[in-house]
C-alpha cells in the first residue's frame, strides 16, 4: 500500500472526549476521513443518549410495556445489551437506569461531577428479563417500570461501527476512542500494531494488531449524595454503587462493546469473579484496587507495552 500517513480529529460528543485516527496513503484524504467520522458519532449520540427526550432510546424508555419499532442497529444495541446481561450472569445490567437517577446520575456528566446531589433509596434493578425482543420486525417491548441505560456499551458499540465504516470507506486503518472504549483496526502508522495508553495508575500501554480495549472506573463519574461518595458503576445486585474494593479494570477483547461489557462486570462481580468471567470469554485484562494494587489477569503480558 506504500507510506502511509495519519489523519487525527478530536472532538467531544457522548460526554467524553473523542479521538479518531486515520491511517491512508494521502494526507488530504486521511484528514477527511478523520474529520468526517464525527458526524457518525453525534448520529450515533442524538438515537442513543437517554439524556435526549427525541432519542430512540427515550422514546423506548417511555414505552411503558408497548411495542417499539426500531432502526436495525438500534435494535442490534439492546439485542447485544440483554445478550450481555445473560452471559455475564448478570453482572452487567442494561436496566440500572431507575437506580443510576436514584443515586443522583440524573443529568449529563458534566452536571455531576464533584456536585453534591439529592439522592434516593438505591433504586430496583428489574433486570431485562422480561425484555421481548422479535428480529423479523425489529421491535421491541420493554416492561412497564423498566427503563434502560446503554451509555457505556452505546460508546463501546459506537466505536466498533465507526471504525469499521471508517476502513469501509478506505482507510487503510482506523482508531476510534471514545473516553477509553477504543476499537482499532487495519494497519497502525509506524509500525505492526497499535499501541494505546490505558488510563489507568500507574500508567500501562498496551500493544495490538487490531481489537478493542474499554476501561472502567470509579474515579471519574463521581458525586456525593448527603454526604456520600457516590459513582456511577452500579451492582445490580443492591441497585447501589459498587463496592468491590476495585477502582479500574481495563478489558483487552475483540470489540469495543464486549470490552466494555466486560470490564464493568468485573468492577461490579469483583477480582475472584471477574477472573472467571474474562477465563470463560477467552479474554484478559488488569485490575487496580481502591488501595493501588494491579492485577494482571493472564495473558495480558502479550499485550503490554514494556519500557
Do not use: C
Not at 166 to 190: F, Q, S, T
Request: aromatic letters at 6%.
Amino acid at each position: 500500500m506504500g507510506d502511509l500517513v495519519v489523519g487525527e480529529h478530536r472532538f467531544r460528543a457522548m460526554g467524553t472526549d473523542v479521538q479518531v485516527l486515520v491511517t491512508a496513503p494521502d494526507p488530504q484524504r486521511a484528514a477527511e476521513l478523520a474529520a468526517g467520522a464525527e458526524a457518525d458519532v453525534r448520529r450515533y449520540e442524538a438515537r442513543w443518549s437517554r439524556f435526549l427526550a427525541s432519542s430512540e432510546l427515550s422514546r423506548l424508555n417511555a414505552s411503558a410495556g408497548g411495542p417499539v419499532l426500531l432502526p436495525r442497529d438500534t435494535f442490534a444495541l439492546v439485542e447485544l445489551a440483554v445478550s450481555a446481561w445473560r452471559q455475564t450472569d448478570g453482572l452487567f445490567d442494561p436496566t440500572v437506569l431507575d437506580a443510576l437517577e436514584a443515586a443522583g446520575y440524573d443529568r449529563s456528566f458534566e452536571d455531576v461531577t464533584g456536585r453534591e446531589l439529592g439522592g434516593r433509596a438505591p433504586g430496583r434493578v428489574p433486570g431485562p428479563g422480561g425484555i421481548r425482543l422479535d428480529g423479523r420486525l425489529g421491535e421491541v417491548v420493554v416492561p412497564a417500570g423498566v427503563h434502560l441505560d446503554l451509555g457505556g456499551i452505546g460508546k463501546g458499540h459506537t466505536a466498533d461501527l465507526v471504525a469499521v465504516a471508517l476502513v469501509e470507506r478506505g482507510a487503510a486503518g482506523a482508531l476510534v476512542n471514545l473516553g477509553g472504549d477504543l476499537r482499532a483496526l487495519g494497519a497502525p502508522i509506524g509500525g505492526d500494531v497499535w499501541v494505546v495508553a490505558v488510563d489507568t495508575e500507574p500508567a500501562v500501554e498496551v500493544a495490538l494488531a487490531a481489537g478493542a480495549v474499554a476501561t472502567s472506573t470509579t474515579a471519574k463519574r463521581r458525586w456525593t449524595s448527603q454526604g456520600h461518595p457516590m459513582h456511577h458503576l452500579i451492582d445490580p445486585a443492591t441497585g447501589a454503587p459498587a463496592e468491590t474494593g476495585l477502582a479500574t479494570v481495563t478489558v483487552v477483547a475483540g470489540t469495543a462493546a464486549w470490552a466494555e461489557v466486560l470490564a464493568k462486570a468485573v468492577l461490579v462481580g469483583g477480582l475472584a469473579r471477574g477472573a472467571g468471567l474474562l477465563s470463560r470469554f477467552g479474554v484478559t485484562g488488569l485490575a487496580v484496587a481502591d488501595d493501588g494494587t494491579v492485577t494482571r489477569f493472564d495473558g495480558f503480558d502479550a499485550y503490554e507495552v514494556r519500557r
